[in-house]
């Protein structure tokens, strides 16, 4: 005979790590993922288990097999089903309780409303526009957005509604630019100033193939993804959700910090004059492996 669910008895190996109180605190609470792939869904299934009582989930594509590697909603059974609407009919087979909304193509018209609903926002998505649309408008709504660098060690920032956002400390060149009018270029651009910001302040080639990330750099190839690295890092930004519903100090700040697991260390960025003397070796470096 199937026993019957109960929140309390699903959370309650939670507790000492959350009181009772935080625990009713964050199944009251309400995320907002975009982007339930890799790092987003790792994200989700830790708040799933954590108690986290309303999702908001939101992705644009269907899982495939590519997938399998390193998302954690991506089986042979989901692989051409809707990854919000998958990932959603999974986590209610963890809490049957769970408040789950799902948004498909048309979630930039609903992002608005997601955000202001919205306790924290997870940013799962690899797109620059749909990225820029998150911090724009949570920065008007004075909402927190957690996020992770496209980088190879696992990595987790915080920005709250007061902090630079990422265009802004890593000079996009899309200040001035709808979200939605983005040309080839800007993309490019952005993507390289993320690179840049990387490989100064972490490892993280240490870690890779130079001649593949070469490739990526310069859009030869996708990019590279693998399982330890992105549920890792979904670990960290599900960590952060539940300090910010919970009103304890978050461990990352706007600029954030790589963890570096082949070396049980954290890399924190460097001090700002250093990294000012290292960017243009950094810059040329970019653009050798780029062009090889």
């Not at 989930?57 to 919000?84: C, P, W, Y």
């Not at 990526?216 to 960290?236: C, D, N, Y």
Request: negative net charge; aromatic residues 8%; hydrophobic residues 40%.
């Amino acid at each position: 005979m199937a026993s019957k669910f109960s929140y309390n008895d699903f959370t309650n190996r939670n507790i000492g790590f959350v009181t009772y109180e935080e625990q009713q605190a964050l199944k009251d609470a309400t995320v907002f993922v975009c982007g339930n792939g890799g790092m987003g869904g790792a994200c989700v299934m830790g708040l799933v288990r954590a108690g986290i009582g309303n999702l908001i989930l939101a992705d644009l594509d269907g899982f495939e097999i590519s997938n399998m590697n390193r998302q954690l909603f991506a089986f042979m059974h989901t692989v051409d089903k809707h990854k919000s609407e998958a990932t959603k009919e999974i986590c209610l087979t963890i809490n049957p309780q769970i408040n789950i909304t799902v948004h498909h193509s048309d979630w930039v018209n609903h992002a608005e409303e997601a955000i202001e609903k919205a306790d924290i926002i997870i940013n799962g998505t690899d797109d620059l526009g749909a990225s820029l649309l998150l911090y724009r408008t949570a920065k008007t709504k004075a909402k927190t957005v957690i996020d992770a660098y496209a980088s190879p060690l696992p990595s987790i920032f915080v920005t709250k509604a007061g902090d630079p956002m990422p265009e802004e400390r890593l000079d996009y060149p899309t200040l001035k630019t709808p979200w939605n009018k983005l040309n080839d270029d800007q993309r490019s651009k952005a993507f390289l100033c993320e690179a840049e910001h990387v490989i100064l302040h972490s490892s993280s080639r240490k870690y890779i193939d130079l001649d593949l990330a070469g490739e990526v750099a310069s859009g030869k190839r996708s990019r590279m993804s693998f399982a330890p690295m992105v549920i890792s890092t979904g670990m960290l930004m599900t960590y952060e959700a539940i300090a910010g519903i919970l009103e304890k100090p978050h461990g990352a700040d706007f600029q954030g910090w790589f963890f570096n697991p082949y070396e049980g260390e954290v890399e924190k960025p460097k001090n700002p004059v250093f990294a000012s003397l290292l960017r243009p070796l950094v810059r040329r470096f970019l653009l050798k492996i780029m062009e090889e």
